[in-house]
């Protein structure tokens, strides 16, 4: 941990963190309220929500963000998502936390300038995360750890640096995979899969109702999906003396150990 402390890449990432996470969530949640303005010239007829525009805006903006700063953090804007990379022994401990602190805050700073932006909106509640009419806790809980595992399992599988067939953009795949959570979430729980997402909209609209779905549910399908990965469909080959190593110190590679130049790791592009 004092290793990781001291280097100014370490830092760097995690605003990376905080500047990438306030952007995407801006932009995602802001596409989603768009559609409760009143159409232009019929001030009496508003649009009805589009779940494949929403399921784009949320896929392309985790795209944008990861080819932009994944160079600097990895870009895991999701606390899930930070979680299997934990579990997989990719990230120290110490890492992960100062990424999900910066994650939460991006969330909250986004959600909070949106509330400013869509102010003139009845009833705004910030894309606050809800669950929808006939969904028990339960069926909630459970959509959140699908649509959560499959997000996490690809982040793993693409960004697998024992991989040589990775063809394509890493970001993009990863993109598509936040807009297929989406496809499938979004009209039984309003989509969490991001447990800081949620909880910018909670914190910033004091509404809090079942919100423990959405830190549970997607905390199991990304715990699931790098044990899954890790321990079943692609076995890594290091002890358990490595892996301790990894959660307290980090990896060697990660940063120059001589300087603070860019010779990061980059985790969410294809070797």
């Known amino acids: 941990m004092a290793s990781e402390f001291k280097k ?23 596409s989603a309220l768009g559609f409760s303005f ?10 009805s929500q589009d779940n494949v525009k929403v399921s784009l805006a949320f896929g392309l903006s985790i795209a944008t ?43 909250v700073v986004a959600t909070a300038i949106l509330s400013g932006v869509t102010s003139s909106l009845p009833n705004n509640l910030l894309g606050l995360n809800a669950l929808s009419e006939g969904i028990n806790a339960g069926q909630g809980l ?22 040589n067939d990775v063809s394509g953009s890493a970001p993009l795949a990863i993109g598509l ?9 979004i009209d039984y729980t309003g989509c969490g899969i991001n447990p800081a997402r ?44 490595d892996r301790v190593k990894v959660w307290t110190s980090g990896q060697v590679e990660e940063y120059d150990l001589e300087g603070d130049d860019m010779n990061s790791r980059v985790e969410m592009k294809p070797k």
């Open 198 to 241: 949620s909880f910018g909209s909670a914190l910033i609209a004091n509404n809090f109702e079942n919100h423990w779905i959405f830190w549970v549910g997607p905390i199991i399908g990304g715990a699931s999906a790098a044990l899954i990965y890790d321990f079943i469909l692609a076995p890594r080959s290091s002890d358990l003396t």
């Open 177 to 185: 995979s936040v807009a297929l959570g989406h496809l499938l979430a």
């Open 8 to 30: 100014k890449m370490f830092w760097r990432a995690v605003v990376a963190e905080f500047f990438a996470m306030s952007l995407f969530i801006f932009i995602s949640i802001g």
């Open 65 to 107: 963000m990861a080819q932009s700063v994944g160079h600097i953090s990895g870009a895991h804007l999701n606390p899930a998502v930070t979680l299997g990379l934990l579990l997989s022994c990719q990230i120290s401990i110490f890492k992960a936390l100062m990424y999900i602190i910066a994650q939460c805050l991006g969330a």
């Open 142 to 163: 459970g959509i959140e750890i699908i649509a959560t595992l499959q997000l996490v399992l690809c982040v793993l599988a693409t960004t697998d640096r024992r991989r």
């Open 38 to 47: 009143p159409v232009v010239g019929n001030k009496t007829s508003t649009r």
